[in-house]
């Protein structure tokens, strides 16, 4: 059985008010209804998908440069983790260095988003990702 669109939690990890906001407005101006949970740093987000806090499935957008436990960090922290390891990852980032893409890619992240070539409306990440569920299958 395929999950609807509608179904899939988006988990935002994201320390910025600013581009929190301007990521949630996008994808509400596009009429993308998916619930979004934040967390503001990876430390969080990893304690509230450890304790389930984030329904499955889910889509975790992942930003680099932040207090705690930074992007990196918490893509090795769940791809160490059994029950997270399968977790879909998009890394949304003002970071061009080549050593955060590698990483990324490194620990199976489905994209690597820049926030300077997304602007404010974040419009190209929505299509992303409004066209990536639409395809892909997740488990029950």
Same mark, same amino acid.
């Given at each position: ?20 906001? #301007? @990521?949630? %407005? ?10 979004? @949970? ?5 430390? /969080?987000?990893?304690?509230?998908? /450890?304790?389930?806090? +984030? ?12 207090? %705690?436990?930074?992007? @990196?960090?918490?893509? /090795? ?9 399968? #977790? +879909? +990852? ?18 199976? @992240? ?24 639409? +395809? ?5």
């Amino acid at each position: 059985m395929t999950k609807k669109m509608e179904e899939i939690t988006l988990l935002l990890v994201e320390d910025d008010d600013v581009d929190a906001m #301007s @990521i949630e %407005r996008s994808f509400k101006s596009n009429r993308i209804g998916n619930n979004i @949970i934040r967390a503001y740093d990876g430390l /969080q987000a990893l304690e509230m998908l /450890q304790n389930d806090e +984030v329904p499955t499935p889910h889509i975790i957008l992942l930003d680099l440069q932040m207090p %705690r436990m930074n992007g @990196i960090e918490f893509l /090795q922290a769940i791809r160490d983790d059994k029950k997270l390891a399968s #977790s +879909v +990852v998009f890394i949304l980032t003002t970071s061009r260095a080549d050593d955060d893409m590698t990483a990324g890619y490194a620990n199976q @992240i489905a994209g690597y988003f820049l926030k300077d070539d997304s602007g404010t409306n974040f419009i190209d990440l929505v299509n992303v990702l409004d066209s990536y569920w639409k +395809v892909v299958q997740f488990p029950k």
